[in-house]
């Protein structure tokens, strides 16, 4: 933990798109970064996740977060009526 508080990064994962953020402090959150990582939708699944893990550990090793959340992935199925 930094003096000026708590880094937390948060995951959106995907393999298509991966959604991050980074905030500093627990009372009062500053915003440090937020982007995309996005790959290329013609790529084989393996490299696809080869760049989500570089680009995951870039933000890790850059922002050495305290905390990190991942939200849950959830497949729900279309039904029709």
């Not at 009372?27 to 393996?46: N, R």
């Not at 490299?47 to 729900?76: K, N």
Request: proline share 5%; glycine share 8%.
């Amino acid at each position: 933990m930094t003096e000026q508080g708590l880094v937390t990064l948060g995951i959106d994962p995907g393999t298509a798109i991966l959604g991050f953020g980074v905030i500093r402090g627990d009372t009062d959150p500053q915003l440090i970064d937020v982007g995309v990582v996005e790959t290329d939708s013609k790529a084989a699944m393996p490299d696809r996740l080869v760049v989500l893990h570089a680009e995951t550990a870039r933000l890790i090793e850059r922002y050495r977060p305290d905390v990190m959340a991942i939200e849950q992935l959830f497949f729900a199925r279309n039904v029709t009526t």
